[in-house]
């Protein structure tokens, strides 16, 4: 536990209803000099299970409170928890707290590791279970961030430790289920240590919370778990991608100014996208960690691959090799091993091997390079032959997912992310007032309507131009929109990149090419990039 405490009103845990405003506190008088701490907080000073004297108060939420307590047996301070029992519970709800507390302990007990919190010992006061730790010296993610955002591979390095922890939960079949800024410490010497097992649950016991009620931060909730469905390890990942994302952005992305409405968020909206100037690497693997299906989440094995690469530290910078000016003939360096004694005085005969020299290297490297070769996809992509609906072969980035659309003319390829979206299409135009086609003037209009025979887009704003491209008249149009129905909450607006190539007759198939990529940040500098590379690998068969 941490020695800072935190924020003292920050709850850990809500009910399916808006929280309600805290009990303002009872006004304390300032202690006189004669005033001891007993005086200030009336439960400093006793003793619990015999042992152990309260210090003072580190923090409470919504399990409890913690103390700082020392240790009277052994001599050394030590975190005990407090069980908290809300006050509209009867009898059968204390002892369900006072049992989950105690499964609190069993399960975190059982898990020796470096970034789980050790549980020393578990005692009975007033028949109720007192949970004593380790003293963590340190504070808390969540008062960190309080202080600004953190750079991608400092994030990574906690995020790194996190997931250690919660694999080293997981083997033991235990699900956190509150992975939060505020429960993840800082400790001296880089540790990073989980906390508060206040509503872990142990798979394949009885639950012991409420029906119709669920415990955890409403921001850091799967949306399986706001829907009442199991969660697994998976949940647990998607809480990391909340952190991680709140640690180089400064928020949480489904946070509202209500309980309804953050869970809300959680199960309907997509968090923006992050940039990669402030995220560094870790904005698709963020993206992919809050997918809202839990089987479409990376497993923990790719998340650990990721992290492990931001959080590595920068290669030292190549060794410059010194320039020794000590010879009166002007050879220095390498030159003076590399060039024959005859040649060190004589500055023309130098210039003339030099130049012979760089004659051979170049030389070597056309042979090696063949500069006229022409340019492939970038590096990760893969070029696929689609012969059957498209006439033509495309390069795409080679982690995105193919599907084929309810129209046999159409092709899509998904970021893993969510982000980019490119699609190809190979169709026959239709009449005017059905779809556009290649027409870009009616795309233009369509577009300008709201989209009607395309997709659904509001406040459209349309530029295009005419091109060749390989060998036939073509047309680019760049259109940004606002999707149809978008709601003050996901106010984002998006861009199609399009290239539209018409047949060589009317009656003849049309190539539609389209990047589908949000319109601002760095992901808008991104897509167009994309859309770049898809259209310069873009290559109809038979031209």
Do not use: C
Not at 209 to 220: H, I, K, L, N, R
Not at 259 to 265: E, K, S
Not at 438 to 464: F, H, L, Q
């Amino acid at each position: 536990m941490t020695d800072h405490g935190g924020r003292a009103d920050e709850p850990t845990s809500y009910q399916l209803r808006p929280p309600q405003p805290p009990v303002p506190p009872a006004q304390v008088p300032a202690p006189t000099v004669a005033a001891t701490a007993a005086d200030a907080d009336p439960g400093v000073g006793r003793s619990v299970g015999g042992r152990y004297r309260l210090l003072s108060r580190l923090g409470h939420g919504g399990m409890g409170t913690v103390w700082r307590a020392h240790d009277e047996v052994i001599d050394r301070e030590v975190a005990v928890k407090e069980p908290r029992v809300p006050e509209h519970l009867g009898e059968s709800g204390r002892n369900n707290v006072h049992a989950r507390m105690k499964r609190e302990a069993l399960a975190a007990a059982r898990i020796v590791h470096p970034s789980v919190v050790t549980i020393h010992d578990v005692v009975f006061e007033d028949g109720r279970p007192w949970i004593v730790m380790e003293l963590v010296s340190g504070r808390s993610l969540g008062d960190r961030l309080q202080e600004g955002t953190l750079d991608p591979r400092e994030a990574a390095r906690i995020g790194l430790a996190v997931l250690d922890a919660l694999e080293a939960v997981h083997a033991e079949t235990i699900l956190h289920r509150d992975v939060k800024p505020d429960n993840i410490l800082l400790g001296s010497g880089d540790r990073v240590v989980l906390t508060d097992f206040g509503i872990a649950y142990v798979e394949g016991e009885q639950r012991l919370t409420e029906t119709g009620a669920f415990v955890g931060s409403p921001e850091y909730i799967s949306p399986e778990r706001v829907l009442g469905r199991e969660p697994g390890p998976a949940s647990d990942l998607w809480s990391l991608g909340i952190v991680l994302y709140a640690a180089v952005e400064g928020v949480s992305p489904f946070r509202r100014s209500h309980t309804p409405g953050t869970l809300q968020a959680v199960l309907d909206s997509e968090p923006h996208v992050l940039s990669p100037q402030r995220s560094g690497g870790l904005g698709p693997l963020v993206m992919q960690l809050l997918r809202k299906d839990p089987a479409q989440r990376p497993p923990a094995a790719e998340v650990r691959r990721v992290l492990q690469q931001i959080a590595a530290p920068p290669p030292p910078p190549a060794p410059t090799i010194p320039v020794h000016h000590d010879a009166a003939d002007g050879v220095t360096g390498w030159r003076r091993w590399l060039l024959p004694p005859a040649l060190h005085g004589n500055r023309p005969a130098q210039l003339a091997v030099g130049g012979g020299v760089l004659a051979v290297v170049l030389a070597l490297v056309l042979i090696l390079v063949d500069p006229f070769q022409g340019d492939g996809p970038p590096e990760g992509w893969l070029v696929r032959t689609e012969t059957e609906v498209l006439a033509a072969d495309v390069a795409v980035p080679g982690d995105y997912k193919r599907a084929e659309g309810d129209e046999a003319d159409m092709v899509t390829y998904a970021d893993p992310s969510g982000v980019f979206e490119i699609t190809f299409w190979h169709r026959v135009a239709e009449a005017a007032d059905e779809s556009p086609g290649a027409d870009a003037k009616a795309r233009r209009a369509d577009y300008e309507k709201g989209g009607e025979n395309t997709t659904s887009m509001e406040d459209a704003v349309v530029e295009d131009h005419g091109l060749t491209y390989q060998g036939r008249a073509a047309t680019e149009m760049d259109t940004e929109y606002t999707p149809y129905g978008a709601t003050e909450d996901d106010p984002v607006r998006y861009r199609f990149l399009e290239l539209l190539i018409p047949g060589e007759k009317k009656t003849d198939p049309y190539w539609h090419v389209r990047v589908k990529t949000p319109a601002a940040g760095q992901a808008r500098t991104d897509g167009a990039a994309i859309f770049d590379e898809v259209k310069a690998h873009f290559k109809i068969r038979g031209s």
